[in-house]
């Protein structure tokens, strides 16, 4: 349990390796966000976590909007 109480935020946690990250890191960790930038992709995966018994948080958003390089 290398991630126990500890936080994590998983982009393109809506479907592929983003998704299947996210499903792992829920095994680990009580503490863990859902962000895609698909809400149908999102509400999905959010979905069958908290059929499992999971408690998590989604977030929509469009990360290439919030990221800025120099």
């Known amino acids: 349990m290398l991630l126990k109480d ?5 982009i393109g946690a809506g479907s592929g390796i983003g998704k299947s990250i996210a499903d792992i890191l829920l095994e680990e960790s ?3 966000v859902f ?3 698909s809400s149908e992709r999102l509400n ?3 979905d069958q976590a908290k059929t499992k018994g999971f408690e998590l ?8 909007k919030c990221l800025e390089v120099n």
Request: net charge positive.
């Open 35 to 37: 962000s895609d930038i």
């Open 30 to 32: 009580k503490y863990v």
């Open 57 to 64: 948080y989604g977030i929509v958003c469009n990360i290439s």
């Open 44 to 46: 999905i995966a959010v």
């Open 6 to 10: 500890k936080r994590a935020v998983v």
